[in-house]
């Protein structure tokens, strides 16, 4: 069982659905925290490479930290949606405080949007991944550059640093050069930026990147308040027997209960 995939920054390859011995990948929480459960999982049901896209391997096998985050995770959903069909089932509670209503959902992995790289992206990309823009408030330009593997390995680490600032702390990690400003600087630069150019500076990081939006809208079937969620991603995603069965304990308990 395997397919011929094209990522959204041109990056072409062959995968295979996940086997039974993925399951140590899976079930291990420690490769999950770390970020490092996606780099094995696309290790593994990554066959071959056809076409390395933007990306230069040379005479190497993949690199997944190089590789952008938007291919990764178009790669795992192809891989999923190999292995168990493109249906994905899962619950979440209604995001309305009166409500609260435990929702089921179900939606065709196929069918979520996709954006490919543009040309623009790709250039910048190729240039060392280095896009540039203006802060509108700021009135100063900035160069950024889009996450790959690597970075998506330190997220964890990011967030739990982070606490209560991790807006700053996102912008931080993502800026590379502010002009007119000394390195040493960025930080209290970026601290001291107005959450309009905040807001701008996130919406441009999401206007020149690429792949899967997982940004969806719900109806509660309680209240039928809709609402948007970003697609929940747990280890369930990739085992939905296991999603099954806590279902089905769930509706057990609340009998008894
Ligand atoms: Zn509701």
Known sequence: MSEIITCPSGLSGRIRGM????ERVLADRR??????QVDE???ACWEETLDAGPYDFGEKPIDWGVVLQGDRFF?????????????YAFAINCQSEACR???EWELDLAEL???PLSEESRAALLAGNRFETALPDAGKRVWFRLLTGADERKLPQLRRNAGDQLLSAMLAFRVLEVEGIEARDKKKFIEDLSLRDADFLVDEFDRVDCGVDTG???ECPECFAT????????????????????RRRGRTSSFQG
């Not at 086997?19 to 993925?22: H, I």
């Open 31 to 36: 490769l999950a925290k770390s970020g490092g």
């Open 216 to 218: 969806i809208e719900i």
């Open 75 to 87: 790669a795992l959903l192809q891989i999923r949606a190999l292995t168990y069909g493109p249906t």
């Open 19 to 22: 086997k039974v011995r993925e």
């Open 113 to 115: 949007p996709c954006r």
């Open 227 to 246: 609402q948007e969620v970003d697609l929940p991603f747990d280890r369930t995603f990739f085992m939905p027997g296991k999603e099954r069965a806590a």
């Open 101 to 103: 209503a435990r929702i």
């Open 41 to 43: 999982l696309l290790a």
